[in-house]
């Protein structure tokens, strides 16, 4: 089986300057400075094959984004490998940016001032893709989104489940071989929600990309994802199936005691939120 995302010891350590209390410390600081190192991601070795989806799972913190954003170039990792398509992902190089695309839950990649079809436009300017190519694609992904009304609409004006799906629709664009989605429902209605979903799995079912998807919503892993990737506090301490995941934790609990998937992952999430 060949592996579109390859990672072995991936570790991500942030520093940050830790600032004394009043003036005059503050000008010592200029010359003595103390620093606090957090270890965000730590030796995550990982291989994920193509077209499947992976439900990244972990409490704030645990490091989802960060691996996110080391496998997308956004972030360099301080040791460790990690390969994506064949891309070392810390180059950026052209060839590899137009075979991915990561959308962040909570911030815009669209210009908030236009319509989401002037912004799809200078999209696919700079994908160098083809107009017409282009705004078909956008009709048939807002079709299938059932948002085609809000097109032309200034984005500031749309809803929050309508600028997601827009955002959707701009990540998917250029058709990306690989897509990271970090808390694409966030904040989201039911029926946004659903809508998202039900477009997700219509679409790998068409196009097969691989993608990482991110949530606390534990129906979107529930019902998108083919393999569970568990990590906390940077570690990945779990990578298979959900339904192994699920008998695996009902064999370590008592004989009279079942639970399902999401029950698991409320108290995986409750005790890393204590630890933390």
């Given at each position: 089986m060949s592996f579109v995302i390859e990672t072995k010891d991936l570790t991500r350590v942030y520093q940050t300057y830790q600032k004394p209390e009043g003036i005059l410390n503050s000008l010592k600081g200029f010359f003595h400075r103390k620093y606090n190192?957090?270890?965000a991601l730590d030796k995550a070795t990982l291989k994920i094959g193509s077209g499947?989806?992976?439900g990244l799972v972990g409490a704030n913190g645990a490091g989802k984004t960060t691996l996110l954003k080391i496998l997308s170039g956004l972030v360099t990792p301080s040791s460790g490998t990690?390969?994506?398509l064949g891309f070392k992902p810390s180059e950026r190089k052209n060839e590899f940016l137009r075979q991915i695309s990561i959308l962040l839950g909570q911030k815009n990649q669209l210009w908030w001032d236009i319509s989401p079809m002037d912004s799809f436009a200078l999209l696919a300017r700079i994908y160098d893709l083809n107009p017409d190519a282009a705004r078909k694609r956008v009709h048939d992904l807002a079709e299938m989104l059932k948002c085609s009304h809000v097109l032309?609409?200034?984005?500031?004006r749309l809803s929050l489940g309508e600028r997601m799906k827009m955002e959707i629709i701009g990540a998917l664009l250029h058709e990306p071989k690989i897509l990271f989605l970090d808390e694409p429902t966030i904040g989201l209605d039911?029926?946004?929600?659903?809508?998202?979903?039900?477009?997700?799995?219509?679409?790998v079912k068409e196009k097969s990309p691989t993608i990482i998807l991110t949530s606390h919503?534990?129906?979107d892993i529930a019902k998108l994802?083919?393999?569970l990737l568990l990590i906390s506090k940077g570690h990945i301490v779990y990578q298979g199936t959900l339904k192994e995941f699920v008998a695996k934790a009902n064999t370590e609990m008592?004989?009279?005691e079942e639970v399902n998937f999401e029950e698991v992952i409320r108290r995986f999430l409750e005790t890393e939120s204590r630890l933390c």
């Amino acid at each position: 089986m060949s592996f579109v995302i390859e990672t072995k010891d991936l570790t991500r350590v942030y520093q940050t300057y830790q600032k004394p209390e009043g003036i005059l410390n503050s000008l010592k600081g200029f010359f003595h400075r103390k620093y606090n190192y957090k270890i965000a991601l730590d030796k995550a070795t990982l291989k994920i094959g193509s077209g499947q989806i992976i439900g990244l799972v972990g409490a704030n913190g645990a490091g989802k984004t960060t691996l996110l954003k080391i496998l997308s170039g956004l972030v360099t990792p301080s040791s460790g490998t990690a390969s994506v398509l064949g891309f070392k992902p810390s180059e950026r190089k052209n060839e590899f940016l137009r075979q991915i695309s990561i959308l962040l839950g909570q911030k815009n990649q669209l210009w908030w001032d236009i319509s989401p079809m002037d912004s799809f436009a200078l999209l696919a300017r700079i994908y160098d893709l083809n107009p017409d190519a282009a705004r078909k694609r956008v009709h048939d992904l807002a079709e299938m989104l059932k948002c085609s009304h809000v097109l032309q609409t200034q984005l500031r004006r749309l809803s929050l489940g309508e600028r997601m799906k827009m955002e959707i629709i701009g990540a998917l664009l250029h058709e990306p071989k690989i897509l990271f989605l970090d808390e694409p429902t966030i904040g989201l209605d039911i029926v946004a929600q659903e809508t998202i979903r039900e477009f997700l799995a219509q679409y790998v079912k068409e196009k097969s990309p691989t993608i990482i998807l991110t949530s606390h919503y534990m129906d979107d892993i529930a019902k998108l994802a083919d393999t569970l990737l568990l990590i906390s506090k940077g570690h990945i301490v779990y990578q298979g199936t959900l339904k192994e995941f699920v008998a695996k934790a009902n064999t370590e609990m008592a004989e009279n005691e079942e639970v399902n998937f999401e029950e698991v992952i409320r108290r995986f999430l409750e005790t890393e939120s204590r630890l933390c």
